[in-house]
């Protein structure tokens, strides 16, 4: 019990640390470009270097966890996380911010080698319970993100939130370097760096053709076919999709000055506080993803949450005159954040062997955050391209969002209700697309 706490207690802030770095800088873009001497485009690139990095690193850590250990390759992703929160705590030039944050990036491979080791050193009748709350540090990282960017930044100045990260990163470092070694899941794996060089065809030239598969090698997706896998990979893209949409909706919505017709005027901190309900109502309903799962099937959860998503859209839509509006909401949303995705991460790991638990989390990492880029870029073209949309705007991007969260509740009707993993038996005909 004594392990299994420390075990929680490391991750938790190592998770948290990770996802809330991918948003802190988003309220404050607007600052950043005139302090970095950067044009507002070329400010964006201090969020896209991490996603970027994100995305390509935390498939990769996920599998060289499971071949070298979760908790070594967990602590050279923090290691290297902390050092780019430093550069960008320095950087004086947007080109040294990018390089920073796409150090940072490096730490989206905490997930997937979070899971790891929970299912490694956690006694297995307690995992669905760690596995879910660490799903929802995602998301509750990401609101903290945004809820505290504007109140430090107005309070300290924009360097803090990366001095106060770095802080974070240090805490997150020391309590993953106590943890003691978990036992090893593959039998004597190893990566072959020398044959992981790009291979050369006649003349010295790059063979094009086989360097592409070195990435195919490394990971070996193929398990990833399972129709376990892929439902509920699809289920994750569009519930993404959905929820992560409309969260950049509402701060825009509320900061809209009245004189548009509709919006609060509130300012870059009060519209990162309408986020706070949502976040604490994840905390709430993270623990009851697990109890619904053990007695319904993880399934379950996932469509309550993606139902309790549609509710809340389709209540914006309707209503959204008052600021109170948006924190009812806020409090359904974060409900079905909360339910969601918490049992998505149970449904990864039920459908794989221990051994493989890394690369399939980051790779189901890697398709919530495309959903959130998806639902972020679909929320702006329903908007349109003006300064300030159209309240009908809004209406129609909640109404759609509604429908996405729909959707994902008939794409979670097709996941298995137990996987032929989670049983013990190898895999059926038709447990593969």
């Keep these: 019990m004594k392990e299994h706490r420390m075990v929680v207690g490391a991750l938790l802030p190592a998770t948290l640390t990770a996802s809330l770095a991918q948003t802190i800088v988003i309220a404050v873009l607007p600052v950043l470009g005139p302090e970095l001497d950067a044009s ?13 990095s994100s995305a390509v690193a935390t498939p990769v850590a996920g599998r060289l966890g499971d071949l070298l250990g979760h908790r070594r390759v967990l602590l050279a992703c923090l290691g290297c996380f902390a050092f780019g929160t430093l550069v960008c705590a320095l950087a004086g030039t947007l080109g040294w911010m990018v390089l920073g944050r796409a150090l940072q990036g490096v730490a989206g491979g905490a997930f997937p080698l979070a899971f790891g080791i929970v299912r490694t ?3 297995p009748g307690r995992v669905p319970g760690v596995i879910a709350l660490l799903s929802t540090m ?27 990260t770095l802080a974070l990163a240090a805490g997150a470092l020391a309590a993953c370097a106590a943890l003691p070694p978990a036992r ?25 053709a086989r360097a592409s598969l070195l990435f195919g090698v490394l990971a070996d997706l193929r398990f990833m076919g399972r129709r376990a896998l892929v439902t509920t990979n699809l289920a994750t893209l569009v519930a993404g999709a959905a929820m992560f949409g409309v969260i950049t909706l509402i701060p825009r919505f509320v900061q809209t000055p009245p004189a548009a017709g509709y919006g609060f005027g509130a300012p870059a901190a009060q519209a990162g506080l309408v986020m706070l309900p949502m976040a604490l109502a994840m905390l709430v309903a ?22 309790c998503a549609a509710v809340s859209f389709l209540l914006l839509a309707a209503v959204h005159e008052r600021l109170w509006h948006f924190h009812a909401a806020g409090l359904l949303v974060g409900i079905g954040y909360g339910l969601a995705f918490a049992s998505i991460g149970n449904l990864v790991v039920e459908a794989v062997e221990p ?9 189901n990492t890697i398709v919530r955050t495309v959903g959130g880029a998806v639902g972020a870029q679909l929320a702006a073209a329903l908007l349109g391209a003006g300064p300030v949309p159209a309240e009908s705007g809004y209406t129609t991007a909640f109404a759609a969002f509604a429908a996405l969260a729909v959707a994902a509740i008939a794409v979670a009707s097709a996941i298995p209700r137990r996987s032929s993993v989670e049983v013990g038996g190898d895999l059926r005909e038709g447990d593969r697309l």
């Design 121 to 123: 050193s956690v006694p």
């Design 355 to 363: 051994d493989r638990t890394g690369v399939a989390t980051g790779v």
């Design 40 to 52: 507002a485009t070329a400010v964006t690139w201090v969020l896209t270097a991490f996603m970027l």
């Design 184 to 208: 090893r899941t593959t039998p004597g794996g190893r990566v072959d760096l020398a044959g992981a060089a790009p291979p050369r065809a006649p003349g010295g030239r790059v063979d094009v």
């Design 286 to 307: 993270t623990p009851l993803a697990p109890r619904l799962g053990r007695r319904f099937g993880s399934r379950l959860p996932l469509q309550a949450g993606a139902a």
């Design 138 to 164: 995602f998301g509750i990282g990401g609101s903290a993100g945004m809820v505290v960017a504007g109140p430090v930044a107005d309070a300290a100045g924009t360097r803090w939130l990366f001095w106060g």
